[in-house]
């Protein structure tokens, strides 16, 4: 058994709306056996890990798992469960899972939730699979149940484990960035960490902002500079009448003896620069021992008279103090039997103790700083104190140093409060941990008198201060700061989200995104665009590749110039990295047709329309959900529950105003976008607006193009959910120009007296419609196509789209991609060949080598006032060999004949029903 490959679905997905992990499993040895196949299988499982009597699986009820191995299942069924167990072993609390055929007898995908915020460059879902196999194959061959401990491939599976909670725990998010995450996703507001660092973007666009553990981008600089010069921080808040402690820097031996002698002992002494109370020295009353500490704290020093008290961190958040705490240094209390040592080793088996900044409390080190404080009481780490008695390991009360925090908010006297406000706003910072020595903190401060006198004050403010302290204090009430920090960011009840449409479908995405992009640009709001050509922010490109991915939507989501954002969705990004965004305003779903089938497990139209639907399941409560009416699979979606049609606004488009789905959706009072009689028309109820004529839409070749009715249909309605005006769309539709903002996309050109219509069209639904167009303005006896198809789809779609070739045209020019995409050269066109001679057998078909010769030889196949057809691999090379060629764009299409067009105060009344325009091919 083993692993194919890995990847990790960043967003919501196909199987759940969180981030999951895929793994493609080959069962080999174990292919087609079950569990009950092997005996005394489940037994020893069992054994090995207790836990799995707890899984549900289908039964939704503990011993669900444990029926179905009972009764017999496959091994990739297993080894999912088992992947579970570990993971919640290493406590990484996820429960998810599922696994299903990859296509192939014998491999599986297997499908296990992430961590919302977990790398996803992180190793540990990898190892947790190896592990998972490791045991599975281990119990499989092996008469006795595998213990935690040596024997499996890689070391004992409990060092394994260990090794992989110490990872897990590593790249997870501190406590302190995990109180913002969680509380900004209690408001909605989406959060995106950056790989394994605490830096975070909250919302979206123009709304994003930025945090980096208690900083954020509004964060002063130079506020930031003042609290890490200990000196600088002290003399700005002396001379500002805060009550500060006595004292000064020191850049030699000399100079800082010199202030114990000027401040009278006992002193303090701290690096200039440190942080988290790093070589900080206190109760020093003798010059040898100012000048070790000096040495030590790295020859930059303040040194302070040491103020008696006790030590409080009080924590102000734009200019309001949310939370303090009393901190108490590290120290154990004896029981007259253990020594210092032991009682140290008690102490970190605390759950609560971690090492670095992962949990609640820090692991107490017993290093050289522990020894000297033991010393100082008369104690070594082997003494054994009498019971009651504290020992203390630290003189410091950080919380980095093995520190205990009690919460004391509900305390603070009101002049204490005035004063650390005003030390906040003196350094510039918006969150500022401030340390002071006090006798109370429920006392008042007396008025500063003399300088030289202060018995109680300030003695230093943090930026970025650790949180750990308010969250869980081990004694008093958690305080939610992270709240606190994310309401001062996004006042007024603001979830950082900016107006989001989603665009998925077969056909017809690219061109919706760009012309919904389009339309709300003339509301004034400078958009950003993901779609299949690249990435644009205001209308100008910064990215150019396929950008319907996750990805891409986040590149836009993340810019902060962008003040809407339409996403183009598709469906290989979807399937293998999960949507981008967590919820939309607005979702459009084109139509759904054949194509891809075959690829990454999807197999059917159905299974199509299962990954597509994930799009409108994703459109937010009270969002809206655009529909293709005329299309049966897009109509299915409405019906899906996790799609709760009944929560959104629901708005239907097409191009039959008869469709009884369309009817009944405005008998409701409902709203729709429908052509009628050459016009694309709003509906609301009994209402019609008429918008514009479909022969003056950009691209709809004077209303031959139905598909680019139903193209500008669906953007209307997507723009209008955000709050376009009708007055506002016509003027936009008017200067949309498809040749500049969507080129390659239905572009008409002309060579000399033959017309080019340059198409991109890869699936029956694409090529059946372009050649509707082209017959209804040349006729079909006046068509030549130079045509390619791509490689990588199936069989039975490629003769679709033969077959659909073959009944449109009757002189073809056939070529091959550059790039089979896994296809023998010559196999695709053959096979295109093959199919179109068995449907029209009179058929001229000609061979091509690359797209160049193809339309070369299709132009001298066509006659003065034809058309070729080109469809294209690859845009630019195609673009500029028919400039080459003398290509221009066309002055305009053949007059086509249509029904005469209502003017706008001849649309239909109430009394009178729409008069349906059905397409034709």
């Not at 194919?4 to 967003?11: I, M, V, W």
């Not at 499908?111 to 998972?132: H, K, N, T, Y």
């Not at 107490?364 to 104690?379: S, V, Y």
């Not at 950082?496 to 989603?502: D, F, H, S």
Request: aromatic share 4%.
């Amino acid at each position: 058994m083993k692993i194919e490959f890995l990847r990790r679905l960043r967003g919501p997905n196909v199987y759940l709306s969180r981030p999951a992990v895929v793994a493609r499993l080959r069962l080999e040895e174990l292919a087609g056996l079950e569990t009950t196949d092997v005996t005394g299988f489940t037994e020893r499982l069992l054994r090995s890990l207790p836990g799995l009597a707890e899984h549900h699986c289908a039964a939704g009820a503990p011993g669900g798992f444990v029926s179905r191995l009972r009764n017999g299942t496959y091994f990739g069924h297993v080894t999912e469960h088992v992947c579970l167990e570990l993971s919640q072993m290493i406590g990484r609390d996820v429960n998810f899972g599922r696994t299903v055929g990859a296509g192939e007898p014998g491999v599986y995908d297997v499908i296990v939730e992430c961590p919302v915020d977990e790398s996803p460059g992180s190793r540990v879902p990898g190892e947790l699979f190896e592990a998972a196999i490791d045991l599975v194959l281990a119990v499989h061959g092996g008469p006795s149940p595998v213990r935690l401990g040596p024997g499996l491939r890689g070391g004992g599976l409990s060092q394994r484990l260990a090794d992989l909670a110490v990872l897990a725990e590593r790249e997870a998010a501190g406590p302190s960035t995990r109180s913002i995450i969680e509380a900004a996703r209690r408001r909605g507001i989406p959060v995106e960490r950056f790989d394994d660092l605490s830096l975070l973007r909250l919302g979206w666009g123009n709304r994003r902002r930025l945090a980096w553990a208690a900083m954020t981008d509004r964060t002063s600089g130079i506020g930031v500079d003042i609290a890490g010069d200990k000196h600088v921080t002290r003399r700005l808040l002396g001379e500002a009448g805060i009550p500060v402690a006595p004292g000064g820097s020191a850049r030699t031996p000399a100079e800082a003896v010199a202030l114990l002698g000027e401040l009278g002992a006992p002193v303090v002494v701290k690096p200039r620069n440190g942080a988290q109370g790093h070589r900080v020295a206190l109760n020093l009353s003798a010059p040898d021992e100012v000048e070790r500490a000096f040495a030590e704290a790295g020859g930059d020093v303040v040194v302070e008279r040491q103020l008696a008290g006790r030590d409080y961190r009080v924590l102000v958040v734009a200019g309001e103090v949310v939370a303090a705490a009393e901190r108490v240094a590290a120290h154990v209390v004896g029981d007259g039997r253990a020594t210092v040592t032991e009682l140290v080793t008690a102490a970190n088996a605390d759950p609560r103790r971690g090492p670095g900044h992962c949990r609640a409390l820090t692991r107490i080190e017993l290093d050289e700083n522990a020894e000297r404080a033991l010393w100082r009481q008369g104690h070594t780490p082997g003494s054994v104190p009498a019971e009651g008695v504290t020992v203390w390991l630290r003189d410091t009360a950080n919380l980095s140093t093995g520190g205990t925090s009690r919460d004391v908010t509900d305390q603070v006297h009101p002049d204490v409060t005035r004063v650390c406000q005003r030390v906040a706003g003196l350094t510039g910072l918006d969150i500022a941990g401030i340390d002071l020595r006090l006798t109370d903190i429920a006392a008042p401060l007396p008025p500063l008198a003399d300088p030289d006198r202060v018995h109680a004050g300030v003695i230093e403010v943090n930026a970025a201060p650790g949180l750990r302290m308010h969250l869980s204090p081990v004694h008093g009430r958690a305080r939610d700061v992270g709240d606190a920090i994310v309401r001062a960011m996004f006042p007024g009840g603001s979830d950082g989200r900016i107006p989001t449409v989603a665009v998925t479908g077969t056909n017809g995405k690219t061109s919706v995104t760009k012309l919904t992009a389009h339309l709300l640009s003339g509301s004034g709001m400078r958009v950003g665009t993901a779609a299949t050509d690249g990435v644009a922010i205001d209308g100008r490109t910064v990215l150019v590749a396929d950008a319907t991915g996750p990805r891409s939507a986040q590149m836009v989501l993340g810019d902060p110039q962008v003040e809407a954002a339409v996403l183009e969705t598709a469906r290989g990004g979807l399937l293998r990295r999960g949507l981008g965004y967590d919820w939309t305003d607005v979702g459009v779903i084109t139509n759904i047709t054949a194509d891809h089938l075959g690829q990454d497990g999807l197999d059917s139209i159905e299974d199509l329309a299962h990954l597509k639907a994930v799009v409108a399941e994703r459109v937010r409560d009270g969002g809206t959900l655009v529909l293709n009416a005329d299309d049966p699979w897009v109509r299915s979606l409405a019906d899906r529950p996790r799609v709760r049609a009944d929560r959104k606004r629901l708005v239907w488009f097409g191009l039959d105003p008869e469709n009884p789905v369309v009817t009944q959706h405005l008998g409701r009072g409902a709203t729709a976008y429908v052509l009628h009689d050459g016009w694309l028309v709003q509906a609301t109820g009994a209402r019609r607006t008429p918008l514009i004529r479909l022969a003056e839409v950009p691209g709809a070749l004077g209303g031959a193009a139905l598909h680019v009715a139903a193209n500008t249909l669906a953007a209307i309605a997507a723009a209008r959910a955000l709050g376009a005006r009708p007055e506002s769309l016509v003027d936009r539709l008017g200067e949309f120009d498809p040749s500049v903002e969507n080129p390659g996309r239905g572009t008409l050109l002309r060579v000399g007296e033959v017309s080019v219509f340059v198409d991109y069209g890869h699936n029956p639904a694409a090529l059946a419609a372009t050649l509707r167009t082209l017959h209804r303005l040349w006729g079909a006896e006046r068509c030549v196509a130079a045509v390619t198809l791509p490689g990588d789809r199936r069989e039975d779609l490629l003769a679709a789209s033969a077959q659909v070739l073959a009944d449109g045209l009757t002189r073809v020019v056939l070529y091959e991609d550059e790039d089979p995409r896994g296809r023998r050269p010559g196999e695709v066109v053959d096979l295109v060949e093959r199919e179109m001679r068995a449907r029209r057998p009179q058929l001229r078909a000609v061979r091509a080598d690359g797209c160049r010769d193809a339309i070369t030889k299709a132009l001298g196949l066509a006659a003065p006032g034809e058309v070729v057809l080109v469809i294209y691999e690859k845009w630019a090379a195609t673009r500029a060999f028919l400039a080459g060629l003398g290509a221009v764009p066309a002055a305009g299409a053949p007059v086509l004949k249509l029904p005469s067009a209502a003017a706008p105060g001849a649309v239909p009344s109430v009394a009178r029903s729409l008069t349906a325009t059905r397409t034709r091919g």
